[in-house]
């Protein structure tokens, strides 16, 4: 059969894509901006036919009626890997729960655990050998079309085309949703003057020649404003940003001196601007590639002068780092935090970093009112997930300078984070450090 005839007997509508779904089914959708938003939206209108429907995803970026509206909890649950907005507004409601993992294991493990019996997708257009890519993301979704019983992408001609682990053959699809809806982006906040003082001391880390991984949040992606200056960089990263498209156009980035995948970018995920959607877009020099290999520490440690470079809500003054949760309240999660870190301390000369504001201006209750607490405490707020040990963190870097903790004892590392945290709080973490015993 001609591609042409296969795609035209596979193509299905949005309604006979959703009544594919049955009562227990456990679904997994793609992440981020890969998330088959057209499917999903309508995802509540079948609630009158199923119940206890799993839906596994990771950084969902639309409020879907499916997990926000309570009125459909007993039809549809969500499980997510990472926490978005308006997963966290879900969570308040019950409506979602957190599956704790780290992120290169997140699709093998979900999958020891349950079978999936829909993945809903999405992917460019079929090409004239038969072939259409996943574009954003292979973290875990090659898998998913890999074990799922059933296989429907939703076919959007506005998404780029990647190469790598997101290659996949029309026979391995089951059915195609055709969509055309402008990919989701990632707001771009400018870099504020405590942004550029955190760059430039991570600056100083990061020795010409290094591969660098830039994780999510505000302030990995201002560092990256501030290594433009850099030469013979090399990209190995969970998450393609687009600072990492400006470090490429501005040459600090070439990829000539990676000791693993020399000349190629290499990344699971995309997400940023339509600048980074256009970049990617049938660029041989980026490599989308199953998440399973490229966040696993052993692979990232291949990698010579591998630097790390990820932030956190709260570190202790012994080096834990609470990049999730806000005590037992959910925010993000762990992602490839700690893969990425021991990644980067099994790299020869590699480093791995935490960033972070010294303080952060809190809300005290419901309303508007906020009050500045110190992110550097002496112990992690009760109940919060420690996303990060203390024994793979090399240095902390906030506003006012650089902790290495590589190799040092506790007492030390009291000493040198207590330096580089708000003076208005110092004396206050060193005698609480004395009471407990630390320092
Ligand atoms: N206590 C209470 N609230 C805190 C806090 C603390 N110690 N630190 C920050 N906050 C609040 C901020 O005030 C802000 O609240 P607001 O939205 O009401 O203003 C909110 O938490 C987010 O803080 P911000 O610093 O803006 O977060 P971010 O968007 O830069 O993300 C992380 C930071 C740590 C949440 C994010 O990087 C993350 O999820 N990391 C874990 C995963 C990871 O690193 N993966 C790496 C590979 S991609």
Not at 163 to 175: L, R
Not at 425 to 432: G, S
Request: net charge negative.
């Amino acid at each position: 059969m001609s591609i042409k005839q296969s795609y035209k007997e596979k193509r299905i509508t949005t309604e006979e894509a959703l009544s594919k779904v049955e009562t227990g089914d456990h679904i997994v959708t793609g992440l981020a901006a890969a998330e088959a938003q057209s499917i999903l939206s309508e995802l509540h209108t079948i609630a009158d036919d199923v119940e206890d429907v799993i839906v596994s995803t990771c950084l969902p970026l639309s409020n879907n009626e499916y997990f926000t509206n309570p009125e459909y909890k007993d039809n549809f649950r969500m499980e997510a890997w990472f926490y978005s907005p308006g997963i966290r507004k879900a969570h308040k409601d019950k409506l979602v729960s957190f599956i704790p993992n780290h992120l290169h294991l997140a699709g093998t493990k979900r999958l020891a655990h349950r079978d999936v019996d829909i993945f809903f997708g999405t992917a460019t257009p079929v090409d004239k050998h038969g072939y259409l890519s996943l574009s954003l993301s292979a973290t875990y979704e090659k898998l998913m079309v890999q074990n799922a019983d059933i296989v429907i992408l939703e076919v959007n001609p506005n998404l780029p085309r990647t190469f790598g682990d997101t290659t996949v053959h029309i026979d391995d699809v089951d059915f195609f949703v055709e969509a055309d809806y402008d990919i989701p982006e990632l707001p771009i906040a400018e870099p504020s003057e405590k942004d550029r003082i955190i760059g430039k001391n991570i600056a100083e880390l990061v020795e010409d020649g290094s591969t660098i991984q830039l994780g999510i949040g505000g302030i990995p992606n201002a560092v990256a404003a501030e290594l433009l200056d850099k030469k013979d960089l090399g990209i190995h990263t969970e998450m393609f940003t687009d600072g990492m498209v400006d470090l490429y156009n501005a040459g600090a980035v070439n990829n000539k001196k990676k000791t693993l995948m020399p000349e190629k970018m290499v990344a699971t995920f995309a997400l940023g601007s339509k600048k980074l959607y256009d970049f990617i877009d049938d660029n041989p020099a980026v490599r989308i590639m199953d998440g399973n290999w490229v966040n696993d520490p052993h692979v990232i440690g291949q990698n010579h002068k591998m630097v790390s470079i990820n932030t956190t809500l709260e570190v202790d003054l012994t080096g834990q780092c609470a990049s999730e949760s806000i005590g037992t309240k959910q925010f993000s999660g762990t992602g490839g935090q700690a893969d990425t870190a021991i990644g980067a301390q099994n790299s020869p000369e590699g480093k791995s970093i935490i960033a972070l504001y010294s303080t952060a201006d809190v809300r005290t209750g419901e309303g508007d009112e906020r009050k500045t607490i110190s992110k550097i405490v002496p112990m992690l707020t009760q109940g919060a997930a420690v996303s990060l040990s203390r024994n793979d963190v090399d240095y902390v870097v906030t506003e006012y300078g650089v902790a290495e903790l590589r190799g040092t004892s506790i007492r030390e590392r009291v000493e040198r984070l207590t330096n580089i945290a708000h003076p208005d709080f110092r004396e206050e973490l060193k005698e609480k450090a004395k009471e407990l015993m630390i320092w």
